[in-house]
C-alpha cells in the first residue's frame, strides 16, 4: 500500500472512531459524571459531569432532570436517610438541596474536590485539591488537615475519598510506594490540626472530637477506602491490587483480603520457606474465564485487578471491591466487582459489571463516580464514554447482580 493510501485509510478510520465516540455521548448530550451519589433508599441519583451539568435521575420514574450547568465536578453527593444532597456551583456557593427544588441552606466555600455531611447536617467534612481536609464552613471552618500540596488531586490522579459510617469517618488516598506492609507513622500530637503529608493514606477519624483514632497503612500507590454504615469495618484497595480491613473496635489488626488468584499473603512468616508456604488459597473459589463462550473474564485466570472504588452493598453485610483488568497483549478488557463479606478475607463471588455500556471504571480521577444505596441492596456507575450511568441490583440470596436501568 502507498503512503497516499495508507494516509486516507488512517484518516478514514480515525474518522469513524471519533464519529462513535461522540455519537455515544450525544445518546446523552451529556459529558461523562465525574462525582455521583444515590440516596439511601436508592430512588435518586444526583451526579455533577465534566461539562458542569448536574443531573438528578429517578430510579423509579426512569427520568432525569438538568438541575444546572455551572456545577463543581466533584461535588455532588447525598446526605445519607433522606432526600437532600449537596452540589457546589462554579461561583464556589454550595447548595444543601432538596429533590424537590428547596434549598435548605446555602453558604460559600473553598472549590471542594469532595465532600459529605452528616444525617442530622452537624458535620460537614470537604477536601481541597491538595488533600487538606476541613470541617465546617464560614466562620465554624476548622482545619482536621492542613500544610500539603503533595500528596494532591494533580499529583496523584484521584480525589482523595471520604466516608462515614457509625462514630466515625474515613479519609483514603494515597498509599506507600511500594506497598510495604510496614507500620507508618502513628498518630502524633499536632496541636490543632494534623499534616496533611503524614496521613495521605487511609485513617480513621472520630467524627465527634476530629482527632484520628488509627492510621491504616499497608496499601500502594493510589487507595480506595471506605467504612461500613454501622462504622465496624474499614475496607481497602488501591492499583496494585492489594486489599485490606479492619475492625474498627481493634484498628491495630491489619487483615488482607485474599488476591483472586493466589488467596491470602501470610505476614510474619521466616524467610526462606518454600514460595507456597507464604500463600494461603484454602477457601479461593473458581475466576471466570472467557475460554468458554457463555462466561466472561480472561484467557488466563484473573489477577486481582487495580481498585477503583468500593461499595457495600448488603447493609453493612457484604460489600463490592470494584476494578478493570486490561490484559497485556489481548484484545479484551473486563469489568466486574468481587463479592466479599464483612471481615471475611474470602471473596463470595465474582459479579459482571458488563462492557454496554462500559462503566466509569477507567480512570482514577472518576472515584467519586461509583456509589451504592446498601440497605436498597442497589450500586451505581457513571459511564465510561457518555454521561449516561448504569443501576444494579444485587440479590442476597443468589448473590446476583443484574442491571435495573441503564439511564441516558
Known sequence: MNKQKFAALILVVGTVLALAYYGVRALTGLEPATSLSMSSDGRYVISAHEDGALVLWDIEDQQKEQLADNANLYSAYFIPEGDVFLWQDQDDV???????????????????YGHV?????????????????YHGHGDALRPVLLDSHSPSFTGTGQVLNLSMGGDFFVSGGSGSPGGELT?????????????SSSYGGVTLWDIDTLEPVAKLPG??????????PDGDWVVSGDENGIG????????????????????VFLQDLP???????????????PVPESTKPDKWGSIRSLATPTTIALAFINGSEEFLRIGHAQYEGEDMSRTYAALFE??????????????????????????????SAPDANL??????????ITVYRYDPEERTLAKEWVGR
Open 183 to 195: 507500620d507508618s507513622p502513628p498518630v502524633r500530637e499536632e496541636g490543632e490540626f494534623r499534616f
Open 271 to 285: 524467610e526462606g520457606l518454600p514460595e507456597n508456604q507464604y500463600r494461603d488459597k484454602s477457601e479461593l473459589i
Open 117 to 133: 455531611m452528616s444525617v442530622d447536617r452537624q458535620h460537614y467534612l470537604s477536601s481541597n485539591k491538595t488533600w487538606n481536609i
Open 219 to 228: 496499601n500502594s500507590s493510589k487507595t480506595y477506602a471506605t467504612i461500613s
Open 379 to 388: 450500586l451505581v456507575t457513571g459511564h465510561a464514554f457518555d454521561g449516561g
Open 94 to 112: 454550595v447548595y444543601v438541596q432538596r429533590v424537590n427544588g428547596d434549598v435548605v441552606e446555602e453558604f460559600e466555600h473553598f472549590p471542594t
Open 342 to 371: 464483612a471481615g471475611n478475607p474470602w471473596p463470595q463471588a465474582y459479579l459482571d459489571l458488563g462492557t454496554d455500556p462500559f462503566p466509569s471504571v477507567n480512570n482514577y480521577s472518576r472515584n467519586l463516580s461509583i456509589d
Open 244 to 263: 485490606l480491613f479492619w475492625d474498627t473496635n481493634s484498628p491495630e489488626n491489619r487483615m488482607r483480603l485474599a488476591d483472586y488468584d493466589h488467596g
